[in-house]
């Protein structure tokens, strides 16, 4: 069965296909799930599939389109992360001892994608407890990226990643508290955006089996994924907003027009590597090649700054304060050996992997110290933004890397020009943004000579998350953006 003619187009097409009646939402939904049907065995991006209630959705849509309604996503086949509790399908976070678990109710961010008309058709696959940049458990097994199999589709949204590189429907949702959004759009080529920390409220994307009630998650964020930039926009004004029974959250934040929109307004920071990790040739090969285009038509470029944070600095805060908020839930035998490890630490070891093992440890006062550092860098970043617009730096310092299940992550190693690194040093790329909580949309700029794709991260000003996603708009329309995988082209 040959692709059809919908299966790569973009969610903004779509929609104006479907208000021309030029298509039906049941030809999209059943379009999606064929493409499922015919490719997934070799991707495995869709762990739990519910295509009987999205073709009726998809029916139920159809019907209102032919009554004249207009929503945002009516009609739009969209897959779901598997941490989303969604009614009647299982949640559980890649967790064995949670794999009879089953949600109740839909996530609020969930409802407020049906609301606005999306068809749900599956939920995409993840790591154990969302903690990796692989997409791998013991319930649903494997995702592979579908430009090389062999390859991780990044994580912790991996499976929406790989989902939307292989044509299962135009929009997903997922998570990011190290990268878990943009990581996987950058392996996959495809489009994301990490919104403004507490710009989208969390209920109902729960580790089971807790309760899906309001919680503070300390720098974590949900959004959305897509293959064209516009679409991330649309899905995110759908998302954003308050919960309704979040004492703590009785105010709409209302985001401010893009600062502009065109590339002659915008004044760009473009940082391409760093010794605390630096990237591979392709990769700073791509973020040069897109700082030279962006100056030819227009853009203000400048290649460094004294405003920029000290990014060793904050790389070690984040992974602190990161691992400070993850450790809290870790098995008291395995808090005790950290905690021990920790206090065996030299004083003068500043490494990464020396911070993270100290966050683990940190006592609340320590916490408090640490968060008045992130009370410091937020105003060192607010200063940045009244001279810049963007900063646009690294995702990852390499392309994809092959599957590497072994079991301690700190052991691992990647292979950046020739050299290893720690593997969970990567998180200091994506913490460049989620620290200070500040929005960030993921792009694609092309493929390294494997033909893996890369692409770059665009860090707008607090709470002005239009502006980072109108300067990928403006990319994606003058230097292009997703191109589909090869072997999965059909």
Same mark, same amino acid.
């Given at each position: ?6 299966? *790569? ?7 104006a296909?479907?208000?021309a ?5 049941v ?49 739009l ?10 009614a ?46 692989q997409? *791998? ?9 579908p ?11 991996g ?24 990581v ?10 990490k ?32 293959r ?22 009785? *105010?709409?934040?209302?985001l401010?027009?893009?600062r ?15 010794p ?38 904050s ?15 870790f098995?008291p035998?395995i ?24 966050g ?11 968060n ?17 617009d ?52 993921a792009?694609?700029t ?20 239009r ?24």
């Open positions: 069965m040959a692709k059809s003619e919908w299966s *790569y187009k973009s969610a903004v097409e779509l929609s296909a479907l208000a009646k030029k298509v039906s939402a030809e999209l939904t059943q379009d999606a799930i064929d493409r499922i049907e015919r490719h997934d065995g070799k991707v495995n991006a869709i762990c739990v599939r519910d295509f009987e209630r999205a073709l009726s959705a998809a029916r139920d849509a159809d019907a209102a389109l032919a009554r004249g309604e207009r929503k945002p996503l009516l009609g086949p969209m897959t779901v992360k598997e941490s989303y509790n969604i009647g399908l299982p949640t559980t976070w890649g967790i064995p001892t949670q794999k009879d678990f089953v949600a109740k109710e839909d996530s609020l961010p969930v409802t407020r994608v049906k609301d606005a008309g999306t068809v749900v058709v599956g939920k995409t696959n993840v790591p154990l407890g969302l903690g990796d940049w997409s *791998y458990n013991d319930i649903y097994g494997t995702t592979n990226n430009y090389d199999l062999g390859r991780t589709p990044g994580g912790s949204s499976g929406s990643s790989a989902a939307l590189a292989a044509g299962y429907g135009p929009l997903s949702i997922g998570s990011d508290i190290g990268g878990s959004l943009r996987p759009a950058f392996h996959c080529g495809v489009y994301a955006h919104p403004t920390f507490n710009l989208v409220a969390m209920r109902g994307h729960t580790p089971p089996p807790l309760p899906p009630l309001p919680f503070d998650r300390d720098l974590s964020v949900i959004g959305p994924m897509a064209s930039a516009a679409d991330l926009s649309l899905v995110l004004d759908v998302m954003a907003g308050p919960d309704p029974i979040d004492a703590g959250f009785a *105010y709409r934040l209302e401010p027009a893009a502009h929109t065109a590339f002659r307004d915008f004044r760009v920071l473009v940082i391409d590597t760093d605390v990790l630096p990237t591979d040739t392709a990769v700073r090969g791509t973020i040069n090649t897109l700082a030279d285009n962006l100056a030819k038509v227009g853009v203000k470029i400048e290649r460094s700054s004294p405003l920029l944070p000290d990014f060793a600095a790389s070690r805060l984040y992974m602190r304060m990161l691992m400070s908020f993850l450790g809290s839930t098995a035998d808090y005790a050996g950290a905690k021990a490890a920790a206090a065996a630490l030299p004083e003068g070891d500043n490494s990464l992997a020396a911070e993270r093992l100290r683990i440890a940190l006592s609340h006062r320590d916490w408090q110290m640490a008045g550092g992130r009370t410091r860098l937020r105003a060192q970043w607010r200063e940045l933004f009244k001279t810049f963007a900063v646009i730096c690294p995702v990852m310092p390499t392309a994809a890397y092959p599957h590497d299940h072994s079991p301690e992550q700190e052991k691992r190693r990647i292979t950046i020009d020739g050299k290893a690194h720690v593997y969970p040093d990567q998180l200091a790329w994506p913490g460049i943004a989620t620290l200070p909580g500040l929005p960030s949309t792009i694609p092309g493929f390294a000579p494997d033909g893996l794709p890369i692409g770059v991260q665009i860090a707008g000003p607090w709470l002005e998350d502006t980072p996603l109108k300067l990928a708009e403006l990319i994606e329309r003058e230097f292009g953006g997703f191109v589909p995988p090869k072997m999965f082209d059909d």
